[in-house]
């Protein structure tokens, strides 16, 4: 009995140790945006997020006098916060159209591995209500609510490994107003992300909205980014053809083209901030 | 009366074989990283460990995942980019206790742990101090405090956040075991 081997100790620690926890995936993009598309990430519980984001002119316009469009900018701004780690909701203002928004993004399934069930993938719905407040210039008496849009999605995340995160996300934006008889109230689409990384602190990422019954003379949109990220900050870098950052707006009404170079230089800076601190002592 | 032999010896035999083993299933784990730029601590309240009374051999081992930081951001950077505790999800100390400690007697006992340290997923020879009191009531507490270098473990940090984490990090461990 005395000549007890360590592997033993071992193996005995293994069977009084708790069995292993589930293990959830984590970190599946480093942004809770992947571009302009929502993630299936959320900020924890009990910590806020400040997003501020610019879209630079396009490329193509005189972008020697213009630096690249560094000249022009569009901006968003929003703070968010999730009471609980499962919900997130927050307020932006985008400069496009004079846009505010209250959104909301509420997980319900998270991919795991380990014992029992597992779910294969991470999915959240998101949504969120837009009021644009610039002047109507048709001449006509609207109503308050002609000024609103909705957006609700579907995100499905799948982390394929340490590097490869992939996301899929049907998408259904209703305007309360449209501009023709021929546009309709609900436009569809489905939404592509991915990221992939390159390094420990840097990704490459791209999102895509490829939509059902688009409205004529606008584009699907299309950016291709990289993360990078600092501790307390991500930055996100990109190239994409939907200048405005309401989501009603880059998704459903962008005019710029890829293939004629209306491509615009943006970034999303990202902040935390902890205002319920979990017991970590 | 050959069956009462029979079961006394029989549960003799278990209560000394259940006597060599302590068992700790909440063994408190923290660490600090103190740098003039930004302090960084963490803990976690369910470690396991192990002592055989008799050889004096020990385990101890966390979950990686279970390190609870006040800052959720930092919690994920320890997981994914530090200690890739997807790949190596487990802190493991494992080795002999040298000095003079009797489990039986209560008291408070000064040895040293003799070991291996397996932190992401690299073995290090250590040797630290610890303190085990023996209680009248047979509870063992053993407490500890050591320092582990990231870069001992091939903790890769970059240039960007050198500032931020401290060479030496200061690990302290509770851990209150009961004969199993």
């Given at each position: 009995m005395s000549a007890w081997a360590q592997d033993d100790l071992l193996a005995e620690l293994d069977a009084i140790a708790p069995p292993a926890p589930k293990a959830y995936a984590f970190a599946t993009f480093k942004g809770t945006?992947?571009?302009?598309?929502?993630?299936?990430?959320?900020p924890a519980a009990g910590v806020g997020q400040f997003v501020?984001?610019?879209?630079?002119?396009?490329?193509?316009?005189?972008?020697?006098?213009?630096?690249?469009?560094?000249d022009v900018a569009q901006i968003r701004f929003e703070y968010s916060y999730s009471p609980v780690k499962w919900l997130n909701f927050g307020a932006g203002r985008s400069s496009g159209s004079k846009t505010y928004d209250g959104f909301a993004k509420v997980r319900f399934t998270r991919q795991s591995s380990g014992p029992g069930f597992n779910w294969p993938v991470t999915t959240a719905y998101y949504t969120n209500a837009t009021i644009v407040t610039t002047p109507f210039a048709d001449g006509f008496d609207h109503f308050f609510t002609d000024r609103m849009a909705y957006t609700h999605q579907w995100l499905v995340a799948r982390k394929m490994n340490e590097a490869l995160s992939l996301q899929v996300a049907p998408t259904l934006v209703h305007f309360?107003?449209?501009?023709?008889?021929?546009e309709s109230n609900d436009q569809w689409g489905v939404a592509l992300g991915g990221r992939y990384k390159l390094t420990q602190r840097m990704a490459l990422t791209a999102d895509y909205l490829l939509r059902i019954n688009p409205v004529d003379q606008t584009h699907n949109p299309l950016s291709i980014g990289i993360d990078i990220e600092?501790?307390?900050?991500?930055?996100?870098?990109?190239?994409?053809n939907a200048r405005s950052m309401a989501d009603p707006q880059w998704?459903?009404?962008?005019?710029?083209?890829?293939?004629k170079g209306d491509i615009f230089l943006g970034f999303n800076i990202t902040r935390v901030f902890t205002h319920k601190a979990p017991d970590f002592r | 009366?050959?069956?009462?032999?029979?079961?006394?010896?029989?549960?003799?035999?278990t209560l000394s074989a259940s006597a060599q083993k302590l068992v700790s299933r909440d063994t408190y784990v923290h660490f600090f990283s103190e740098t003039p730029v930004e302090?960084?601590?963490?803990?976690?309240?369910?470690?396991?460990?192990?002592?055989?009374?008799?050889?004096?051999?020990?385990?101890?081992?966390?979950?990686?995942?279970?390190?609870?930081?006040?800052?959720?951001?930092?919690?994920?950077?320890?997981?994914?980019?530090?200690?890739?505790?997807?790949?190596?999800?487990?802190?493991?100390?494992?080795?002999?206790?040298?000095?003079?400690?009797?489990?039986s007697k209560a008291g408070t006992y000064t040895v040293k742990l003799v070991g291996t340290m397996n932190i992401h997923g690299k073995d290090r020879p250590m040797t630290i101090p610890a303190t085990i009191t023996v209680s009248k009531e047979g509870l063992v507490v053993l407490e500890s405090t050591f320092i582990i270098k990231p870069t001992d473990h091939d903790v890769e940090i970059p240039s960007l956040v050198v500032t931020k984490i401290a060479k030496e990090i200061e690990v302290k461990v509770k851990s209150t075991l009961r004969a199993n």
């Open positions: 945006r992947i571009i302009n598309q929502q993630s299936v990430e959320l501020i984001g610019h879209r630079f002119g396009a490329l193509n316009d005189k972008p020697l006098y213009n630096l690249f469009g560094l309360n107003l449209v501009q023709t008889p021929a600092t501790g307390g900050h991500v930055f996100q870098f990109h190239l994409t998704m459903m009404q962008t005019p710029g083209d890829w293939t | 009366m050959k069956k009462t032999l029979f079961l006394s010896i029989a549960l003799l035999a302090d960084i601590e963490a803990s976690l309240k369910d470690g396991v460990g192990l002592i055989n009374t008799e050889t004096k051999e020990f385990v101890f081992q966390v979950n990686i995942q279970s390190f609870t930081f006040e800052k959720a951001l930092m919690q994920e950077h320890f997981n994914e980019n530090y200690m890739e505790s997807t790949k190596y999800p487990k802190g493991l100390f494992k080795g002999k206790i040298t000095g003079d400690v009797a489990f």
